[in-house]
T-cell receptor, first 113, second 114 residues
Framework: GIQVEQSPPDLILQEGANSTLRCNFSDSVNNLQWFHQNPWGQLINLFYIPSGTKQNGRLSATTVATERYSLLYISSSQTTDSGVYFCAVERNLGGTSYGKLTFGQGTILTVHP | KAGVTQTPRYLIKTRGQQVTLSCSPISGHRSVSWYQQTPGQGLQFLFEYFSETQRNKGNFPGRFSGRQFSNSRSEMNVSTLELGDSALYLC?????????????FGAGSRLTVL
């Protein structure tokens, strides 16, 4: 199956710093989502971005599908940005991947005041 | 509009018991997927239901089962609980059409097996 690798595994920042999280995937995908898991466990959608670039406030994401990687940028980080960030992909092979996202292991982000 | 609702949020069971978890999808979403999250294995896909039919299944033993009702609400059941079943169980809903679907997750049900 498809492999998803995220880096770095851990990241510690001071409030106000910028950061870049990376997601590499081993095969072409038709779906890529970035999630933030809050301390209570809920996965919050950040971006649906199988290709191209999107921005939402201090967050932006870029996926270069031909080179099989995606980047999540966090600018001017805040303590509320702390948590685990997951990249997840779907590879639809003739309709057999419905509902199945393959997740990376996540990046644990800690932002200190 | 309301998000994905999972109940119960927390539960404690003992080995050998069974458990049923419930998931109500976003209104209009017909697909419900279930995932298990553990510290060792990360997030793993259990199964997906669409219009009361299981369309996809992950690599879990038969003790894990699910169903979907005509209103798209879904339940998953784990029988003969083992210590290793302690996990956060997440469900997600989507429109479920062909091609890529954006999944929206609920807050999860945290199961502890003693």
């Amino acid at each position: 199956g498809i492999q998803v690798e995220q880096s770095p595994p851990d990241l510690i920042l001071q409030e106000g710093a910028n950061s870049t999280l990376r997601c590499n995937f081993s095969d072409s995908v038709n779906n890529l989502q970035w999630f933030h898991q809050n301390p209570w466990g809920q996965l919050i959608n950040l971006f649906y971005i199988p290709s191209g670039t999107k921005q939402n406030g201090r967050l932006s994401a870029t996926t270069v599908a031909t080179e099989r990687y995606s980047l999540l940028y966090i600018s001017s980080s805040q303590t509320t940005d702390s948590g685990v960030y997951f990249c997840a992909v779907e590879r639809n092979l003739g309709g057999t991947s419905y509902g199945k996202l393959t997740f990376g292991q996540g990046t644990i982000l800690t932002v200190h005041p | 509009k309301a998000g994905v609702t999972q109940t119960p949020r927390y539960l404690i069971k003992t080995r050998g018991q069974q458990v049923t978890l419930s998931c109500s999808p976003i209104s209009g979403h017909r697909s419900v997927s279930w995932y298990q999250q553990t510290p060792g294995q990360g997030l793993q896909f259990l199964f997906e239901y669409f219009s009361e039919t299981q369309r996809n299944k992950g690599n879990f033993p038969g003790r894990f089962s699910g169903r979907q009702f005509s209103n798209s609400r879904s339940e998953m059941n784990v029988s003969t609980l083992e210590l290793g079943d302690s996990a956060l169980y997440l469900c997600a809903s989507s429109l479920g059409g062909s091609g890529a679907n954006v999944l929206t997750f609920g807050a999860g049900s945290r199961l502890t097996v003693l």
